[in-house]
Every structure is written in C-alpha cells, then in structure tokens.
C-alpha cells in the first residue's frame, strides 16, 4: 500500500505557483520522498526528491516540514504544459530494491 | 539518447493467450522495473531486474515472469491472460549505482478481450 495521502485534484491558474501537499506521516528515517508526474498517455517523469532538506532543481522545489510527515512540491510558474497527475511517493531504502510505491497522485488541471 | 524505449506500442490479446512485451533501458542503464497500470490508477510494481537476476517482486502470480539480457534489455511475459491483465505495461530503467531516478518507457497498452 501507498504510504502517501494527496487531494485527488487541484486547479492552478497559468502562470501562478502551483503547491502540491503530500502527508506521509509514517516515513522511516532512511527513506526519501519522491515526486513523479505523469501527463496523459505517458509514462511517469521524475520531479525532484529530498530527505529532510528542502530541494530545488530547474522543474520544482521541495519543502519538507522538519518532522518529515508532510511535503510540498512547488511549481513557480505553472504552465499549461504542467497539467498532469502528480505522485508523491516514499521509496523504500536501497537494499529492498528500491522500488517505487504509487498511490492516486494529485491531479493537476492548470488553467488559462 | 533515445531513453527507455518499449515494444509494442499497443496490442490486444485474447483471454488464456500468452504475450511478451519488450524495453530497451536508458544508455549507461542497467536495472529494469516493470510496472502495471490500471486505467485511472498509479503504477503497479510487478518485479525489477539486474544483472539478469529477478532483484526484487511486487505482489504479482507466477503468470507474470520476465527476463533481463546481457545487454540490459528485458521482457516481460505475460500467461493465461485475463480480462484484467489489461492495463498500461511500463518499464523503467536506472542505474544501480545512482538508483534514485527511475526513466521510464512510454507503455505498452494491453488490452484482453
């Protein structure tokens, strides 16, 4: 099972910063959180990933709160392009594989 | 960099019937996931290949098996189809040595009738 929990849905208005929440309130100290994104027919893209500080790459920013139950992906200036459904996941530690565990993910309408 | 690449594109299969389907990972890749993705749900893990060995298994029946060669590449097989079995069939690649980004594939759309 998912250890995340996210709104099903979201609207953002063009050019504004989109903010995802995300609650994993039972992650384990060695385990990451992870931001994927899928946009209609396609597969999954990775997003950004964090453990406890707070992230930043060319697509998104990541905050963390300090007692790791929650994150917030950011997106600065949401496009129409950004519309897709967003995964938060906490992946499991790298000597079970590391593989990635889905749940509903947000979905992401970004609107003119 | 062609990125992980997945074949076919689509297919549609009759129930009790057998398909393969194939990824080629991302270069410089060498550990294939593979996932199910039911229509209007999050990826499925089905099982993750390195070096040719089945690493890791999610919570699929032995009708799911797969295989990975020596050039990274993998299948998956798929036997006694059922309705359900129709889904989104997706492989990811990444390296073991910088596991956290998984690329994934396009998808294979599986439909069983």
């Known amino acids: 099972d998912a250890k995340t929990t996210q709104p099903p849905s979201m609207d953002c208005a063009e050019g504004r910063a989109a903010n995802l929440p995300c609650n994993h309130s039972t992650i384990s100290g060695n385990e990451y959180v992870y931001w994927y994104r899928q946009i209609h027919s396609q597969g999954p893209q990775y997003i950004i990933h964090g453990l406890k500080n707070n992230e930043t790459n060319e697509m998104a920013s990541l905050i963390i709160t300090e007692d790791r139950k929650s994150s917030t992906l950011i997106l600065p200036h949401a496009t129409l392009r950004d519309t897709a459904v967003y995964y938060c996941?906490?992946?499991?530690?790298?000597?079970?594989?590391?593989?990635?565990?889905f749940g509903q993910g947000t979905e992401l309408s970004v609107k003119p | 960099d062609a990125g992980v690449t997945q074949s076919p594109t689509h297919l549609i299969k009759t129930r009790g019937q057998q398909v393969t389907l194939r990824c080629s990972p991302k270069s410089g890749h060498d550990t294939v996931s593979w996932y199910q993705q039911a229509l209007g749900q999050g990826p499925q893990f089905i099982f993750q290949y390195y070096e040719e060995e089945e690493r890791q298994r999610g919570n699929f029946p032995d009708r799911f098996s797969g295989h990975q060669f020596p050039n990274y590449s993998s299948e998956l097989n798929v036997n006694a189809l059922l309705l359900g079995d129709s889904a989104l069939y997706l492989c990811a690649s990444s390296s073991d040595r910088l596991y956290y980004e998984q690329y994934f594939g396009p998808g294979t759309r599986l439909t069983v009738t």
């Open positions: 996941i906490v992946r499991v530690s790298y000597n079970q594989g590391g593989k990635l565990i």
